[in-house]
């Protein structure tokens, strides 16, 4: 089955250990995306790569970094300098980057940091 | 600016009535593209749709239906007959050829009730 898969579901941390949340895809999608969603929130942009070894901030990249070694994976890694990092995130994948194609999207990790 | 108002924050109805989730969008671009996602209490994101802004014929798949109406600037979505399984929130989101991403509203909160 083609899909995007986020791990943990869960993930729980001690505040000032950085984390890093697994995103992977099997759509063959050129371009990646990661968002921050807050209660009762919509969604905000983190991060987003276009292609592999390319990547660029989006509206609250402060305190996250990210990498693009793969087509296929676009990891992010939650740093001891984000200073609410308590979240849901949600990774997305699309064919090509741009606004006229759709995001599809993994089920999401809900990070709890404590 | 592009920007994406979907001003019901939250909505209840009693199922089987029809409801109607309203977005309104602002751009200066001639083309561009509209869509929208469902997000059920699992989390993850499903997407519905997507038009483009040449196409302004309205859309039905089975209780959906979007009404695409340029001159307000607006791509409203109705439920008809709902069940409780449109439980969930709803995203509206605009993207244009010149952008690397799409932008979403704040998202429409859709209770029914049993």
């Known amino acids: 089955d083609g899909g995007i898969t986020q791990s943990p579901k869960y993930l729980f941390r001690k505040e000032g250990q950085n984390v890093t949340l697994s995103c992977e895809q099997n759509?063959?999608?050129?371009?990646m995306y990661w968002y921050r969603q807050d209660p009762g929130q919509g969604l905000r942009l983190i991060y987003y790569?276009?292609?592999?070894?390319?990547?660029q901030k989006g509206d609250i990249a402060e305190g996250y970094s990210v990498s693009r070694e793969k087509k296929e994976s676009f990891p992010l890694t939650v740093t001891s300098a984000q200073k609410n990092p308590t979240a849901f995130y949600l990774c997305?994948?699309?064919?090509?980057?741009?606004?006229?194609?759709?995001?599809?999207f993994g089920p999401g990790t809900r990070l709890t940091v404590l | 600016a592009q920007k994406v108002t979907q001003a019901q924050t939250e909505i209840s109805v009693v199922e089987k009535e029809d409801v109607t989730l309203d977005c309104v969008y602002e751009?200066?671009?001639?083309?561009?593209?509209l869509f929208w996602y469902k997000q059920p209490p699992s989390g993850e994101l499903v997407f519905l749709i997507r038009?483009?802004?040449?196409?302004?014929q309205n859309e039905i798949s089975g209780r959906y239906s979007w009404n695409f109406q340029k001159s307000t600037s607006s791509f409203n979505f109705t439920i008809t007959a709902s069940q409780v399984v449109d439980s969930a929130v709803y995203f509206c989101?605009?993207?244009?050829?010149?952008?690397?991403?799409?932008?979403f509203g704040k998202g429409t909160r859709l209770h029914i009730l049993p």
């Open positions: 997305a994948s699309s064919i090509s980057s741009g606004g006229r194609n759709e995001q599809f």
């Open positions: 759509l063959n999608h050129d371009a």
């Open positions: 790569s276009q292609i592999v070894n390319d990547f």
């Open positions: 751009t200066r671009d001639t083309t561009y593209y």
């Open positions: 038009r483009n802004s040449f196409d302004e």
């Open positions: 989101a605009l993207g244009a050829n010149r952008d690397d991403k799409i932008i």
